[in-house]
């Protein structure tokens, strides 16, 4: 509702963690084909298959996602959480409590 101030960042939010998932999804899906020999291998897809075989968050997703310096394990986990707290935000309203480092802009 637009009488809700917080719906604007909760939109905000989910915006840019659209743009995160789908990057990712974009990303995955060209290493992928880059590994099976489908299409050319990138520095760029070099670089992320790197971080990934190494356990680290690839560049690009930290540039469009949220600042953190945990390594890609906890990374995908604090992902999963902060997509969970934007859907329950969805489902059962504005929270009484923030967790303002779920925030992509706190």
């Not at 880059?34 to 968050?57: K, P, Q, R, T």
Request: with cysteine.
């Amino acid at each position: 509702m637009y009488t809700e101030s917080m719906n604007t960042v909760l939109v905000q939010e989910i915006e840019k963690y659209n743009m995160l998932l789908e990057l990712m999804k974009d990303n995955l899906k060209n290493v992928k084909l880059a590994l099976a020999g489908e299409i050319g291998m990138s520095d760029e897809l070099e670089d992320l298959g790197n971080s990934l075989f190494n356990g680290m968050v690839p560049e690009l997703w930290k540039k469009n996602g949220f600042k953190t310096l945990k390594p890609l394990s906890s990374w995908t986990e604090d992902l999963i959480q902060r997509v969970i707290f934007m859907h329950e935000w969805i489902d059962n309203g504005t929270p009484c409590i923030f967790w303002l480092t779920k925030f992509i802009f706190p």
